[in-house]
């Protein structure tokens, strides 16, 4: 069995950053990083609909 990855808030948001760039896509950044091209997407979806806080520092999880 696989153990689950964990990664940090600022992993997160720098993911998300990165895939947003223009000329960047959500697959060639998932595969630089070593993700699921599903994580990173979960990940931009959760910041587009506002349940995700961007602003470095703060915890990626809204309340």
Do not use: Q
């Amino acid at each position: 069995m696989r153990t689950r990855r964990k990664f940090s808030d600022e992993f997160k948001r720098e993911a998300v950053r990165l895939a947003t760039r223009p000329g960047m896509t959500a697959t060639a950044v998932a595969r630089d990083l070593g993700l699921e091209r599903s994580v990173l997407r979960r990940w931009m979806l959760n910041a587009e609909e506002g349940r995700t806080d961007l602003t470095p520092g703060r915890p990626l999880k809204s309340d």
